[in-house]
């Protein structure tokens, strides 16, 4: 299968300050990638969808101006954390969908744990 | 608004048995449905994509079907073992966005 992966795994961060989590695909080119957040014990929310060269798709409630995504390559999508507090602190997992694919499955990245002080 | 229905309670069964996992929809008529398997603090591992014009898709000890009347989908797992102890989530398709079930924990003990 496809292999998606993100960077950091895990990060901790002080209250105000902005964090940039990396999601790439490595042996694929993604025209579509997706920003996902989970609470423990809660399911996957979708937060935004994320299209190669043009702004991200945000879901209602999510915040554009705090959760900023750029999708600057069919490889890459970077989703930034702006002036992060506590409640921000999440698991964030991203994932992607082959270029020109359609009807076909999504992968995901392995999560990054964020933790707010 | 969309709605996706998983059980929310966890399923525990013997080693050997069959789990049946229901993954229950309203709102919206997914072009296709996925299952994801996801272990603690780790993201979702794909396993079977099913399409709205099949009614069932098998892979190893893995079988989905999908009643787009009924808006379900049904996972099972036959000759469980421990290893398959997960959280298994599904996610119907459409509009270009994958939603997500609150997804079942199957507990399968030796």
């Known amino acids: 299968g496809a292999v998606v992966s993100q960077h950091p795994s895990w990060v901790i961060c002080k209250s105000g300050t902005s964090v940039k989590i990396e999601c790439r695909s490595l042996d694929f080119q993604a025209t579509t990638m997706f920003w996902y957040r989970q609470f423990p014990k809660q399911s996957l929310m979708l937060m935004a969808t994320s299209n190669e060269g043009s702004k991200a798709t945000y879901e209602q409630g999510v915040e554009k101006d705090k959760f900023l995504i750029n999708h600057a390559s069919l490889t890459l999508s970077t989703l930034t954390v702006t002036s992060a507090h506590p409640e921000d602190s999440s698991f964030y997992i991203c994932?992607?969908?082959?270029?020109?694919?359609?009807?076909?499955?999504?992968?995901f990245g392995q999560g990054t744990r964020l933790t707010v002080v | 608004s969309q709605k996706i229905e998983q059980n929310s309670e966890a399923l525990n069964i013997q080693e050997g048995k069959t789990a049946t996992l229901t993954c229950n929809y309203t709102n919206y008529s997914p072009a296709y449905l996925q299952w994801y398997r996801q272990d603690p603090g780790r993201g979702p591992v794909f396993l079977l994509l099913i399409r709205e014009n099949e009614k069932e898709k098998r892979k190893e000890r893995l079988k989905v079907t999908f009643d787009t009347t009924l808006k379900q989908s049904l996972f099972h797992i036959t000759a469980s073992q421990p290893a398959d102890s997960a959280t298994y989530l599904c996610?119907?398709?459409?509009?270009?966005?994958?939603?997500f079930g609150s997804g079942t924990k199957l507990n399968v003990k030796p």
């Open positions: 994932s992607a969908r082959r270029q020109g694919a359609v009807n076909t499955e999504a992968f």
């Open positions: 996610a119907p398709y459409n509009f270009n966005k994958f939603y």
